[in-house]
């Protein structure tokens, strides 16, 4: 009954008259009278200055039109989007990630979406940069971004925010693994694999050692969050990262992720990303198994925020 109004108004305004707007919209003159009418009383101005055979609209009539003719925009985006979610239409859903998230919960999501919609392409992007990321959302080249730490920008938002605990990660042979917590100070005689300055969690790491005084005499260095997982499953040196980095060895029984006593208070948060305004209907779908999944990670120590 209020699109009904908005319509009628608009197409009032269009036709210069309410008899021509009858006959393009098959309704009776009257009722079109009767209803902008009953406007007219609720907001306590007239819409339209009536004269014999043509109407004009008042100042107040060329406020409300910009409101209305905005609502039926919104509202024909809307339909759209349902109409997606009926049928789910052939179509493609892209998806930007750090490099981190390529072997654990995006192939999982992406997979449980391709199964639940088989017609639609779902395109997975490694990107490196937070930067790079955001951009991609913002000017529409990726449907969502899902990655740790991005900063605030415009012409995006965080559709979803789960907080991570920052741990040590060994392998399941590692005398560490399956300890309740260790020290930062008992990790030096082991070799670090640490992230290189490229990565989102190298602040961390360096934040950690310049609090110690100290830190390890042997280090490799990689900008593959991969590189980091597999050489720690190799060897018995360690690594720092999150429970969502490490979620499908650990389930397989290859990696170990152990608290540590000094990073108690140290996070990360696991971002998803979307475009500010009109999202696409895949996106959004697709935007709610990211969140079911990141929800899903509170077990392994995360919470969402």
């Avoid at 490099?99 to 017609?119: E, H, T, Y």
């Avoid at 006593?261 to 709610?288: F, I, M, W």
Wanted: hydrophobic residues 45%.
């Amino acid at each position: 009954m209020h699109a009904r109004i908005l319509t009628y108004v608009d197409e009032v305004a269009r036709q210069g008259s309410i008899r021509a707007a009858a006959d393009k919209l098959n309704v009776a003159a009257s009722a079109i009278s009767r209803q902008i009418k009953s406007l007219e009383d609720e907001i306590g101005s007239p819409i339209f200055n009536r004269q014999p055979r043509s109407v004009s609209l008042t100042a107040a009539g060329e406020i409300l039109l910009v409101h209305i003719r905005e609502t039926l925009r919104e509202m024909n985006r809307t339909y759209a989007l349902i109409e997606d979610l009926k049928g789910l239409r052939r179509g493609e859903v892209a998806v930007a990630l750090m490099s981190g998230l390529s072997g654990n919960i995006v192939p999982r999501v992406a997979m449980q979406f391709r199964n639940a919609n088989p017609k639609v392409l779902v395109r997975l992007q490694l990107m490196t940069t937070p930067d790079e990321m955001i951009a991609a959302v913002a000017e529409g080249e990726v449907d969502l971004a899902i990655g740790f730490d991005f900063p605030s920008r415009a012409n995006v938002r965080q559709l979803a925010v789960a907080v991570a605990p920052l741990g040590l990660v060994v392998s399941t042979s590692h005398p560490f693994a399956g300890r309740s917590s260790v020290r930062l100070s008992e990790c030096f005689d082991y070799t670090f694999v640490v992230p290189d300055s490229t990565t989102v969690i190298r602040p961390h790491l360096e934040q950690i050692l310049a609090q110690s005084g100290k830190g390890p005499s042997n280090f490799i260095e990689t900008n593959s969050i991969e590189v980091m997982r597999h050489v720690v499953m190799m060897s018995d040196s360690v690594t720092f990262l999150t429970p969502f980095d490490i979620e499908t060895e650990a389930a397989a029984g290859k990696l170990s992720f152990v608290p540590v006593q000094d990073l108690a208070r140290e996070t990360q948060r696991l971002v998803l990303l979307g475009p500010e305004r009109n999202p696409t209907a895949l996106g959004s779908v697709l935007a709610e198994y990211f969140k079911a999944a990141m929800n899903r990670g509170n077990a392994h120590g995360g919470h969402l925020e």
